[in-house]
Structures are given as C-alpha cells and as structure tokens.
C-alpha cells in the first residue's frame, strides 16, 4: 500500500510524490485516490488506488539499481527497425511500460543513433520526454534536485559512442520488389 510522501513512477509522466490519499465521489461511485505530484512538468496526477497497478504505477527505484541503470545506458545499442515510424512505435512500447531498464534502453538507443545519424521531429520530443522521465527518476533515487539529475543524466549520454550503431532490423518490405503497371 502506498503512504503520502511515497516517491513513485507513473508511466508517461516519470517520477513524483504521493501527496495525499483521498476518497472522492466520481461518477456515482466512491473510490480512493493516490494525488501525485509530477515534479519534472509540474502535473497533479490522480490515480485511483485500486487501479495504481494496472496503470504501472510503482515506487521509484533504490540507489543501488541506478548502477544498473548506468550500465544499460553504456551498454550496446540493441536492435531496432530500420523504418522510422516501426521505430518510434517500438519505443513507444517500451517507454509505455514504465520499467527503468526500458526507459534507459530508448534513451541510449535514441542517444546513439542522434549522434550518428540524426532523429525525425517525432523521436527527438521522445528522446526529450524520455531522459526527463529518467532523470526524473534519478533524481528521487540518488536524492539529487532536479537540475543536477538532468546534468548527471546528460554527462553519461556524452559517453555514448555514436560509432557503436543500433543493429537494425531487416524490414521485410525492403526486400519487396517496386510493381509497376505496363504502360
């Protein structure tokens, strides 16, 4: 169970607190709600309780697991589609789940291939998104302020080396010959 003052992760917005636990009247029904605060975007968040889990809603991670973290973010590129839209849709999924591990693995694949090659419009606002969400993480983790999670988040992607490329998928479409009508 979850107790205000609680530090905890919800998928697509990041890390905040639980600022109150309260029963509202919604609807005609009478549920708990969780209040969190999203430092990161300055968002109010209400969750019902009995829904906390199904939303991905979970404590934030001890200072042991950022270690962890650092090292997802030095690892390898792992595989992505080669196809822009696939590739977004892909970590799109993986942001959705809320998981650490997920979050640095997009924000290190996004990370390697902006320095090699460039990101579309689309992948650098989720590239933006996601190290907020991580940052804001690591900032309840390593019990840092906002501005020095974001700092110590930007100085490990500048390890990152963009000649350590994204494996890319093959895309079964590449393959297929163009059909053009007879004329």
């Given at each position: 169970m979850y107790q205000v003052g609680d530090k905890v992760v919800y998928p697509h917005h990041g890390a905040g607190r639980i600022m109150q636990i309260e029963e509202k009247d919604v609807l005609g029904e009478r549920r708990t709600y969780l209040t969190i605060q999203i430092l990161h975007n300055d968002m109010t968040v209400m969750v019902p309780v009995e829904n906390a889990d199904r939303t991905g809603l979970r404590r934030?991670?001890?200072?042991?697991?950022?270690?962890?973290?650092?090292?997802?973010?030095?690892?390898?590129?792992?595989?992505?589609?080669?196809?822009?839209?696939?590739?977004?849709?892909?970590?799109r999924e993986k942001l959705k789940t809320g998981d650490i591990f997920e979050v640095a693995e997009v924000v290190r694949n996004l990370a390697v291939r902006h320095a090699d090659?460039?990101?579309?419009?689309?992948?650098?606002?989720?590239?933006?998104?996601?190290?907020?969400?991580?940052?804001?993480?690591l900032m309840y983790a390593r019990?840092?302020?906002?501005?020095?999670?974001?700092?110590?988040?930007?100085?490990?992607?500048?390890?990152?080396?963009?000649?350590?490329?994204?494996?890319?998928?093959?895309?079964?479409?590449?393959?297929?010959?163009?059909?053009?009508?007879a004329s």
């Open positions: 934030v991670v001890d200072e042991r697991v950022v270690d962890e973290v650092v090292a997802v973010l030095h690892g390898h590129p792992t595989t992505m589609p080669k196809n822009w839209s696939r590739r977004y849709k892909h970590n090659k460039g990101l579309s419009t689309g992948e650098k606002q989720m590239f933006s998104k996601a190290k907020k969400i991580l940052a804001s993480e019990d840092i302020s906002e501005e020095e999670a974001t700092a110590y988040l930007e100085s490990l992607l500048d390890d990152v080396d963009p000649s350590a490329e994204c494996m890319v998928e093959p895309d079964p479409l590449d393959d297929l010959e163009q059909v053009v009508p």
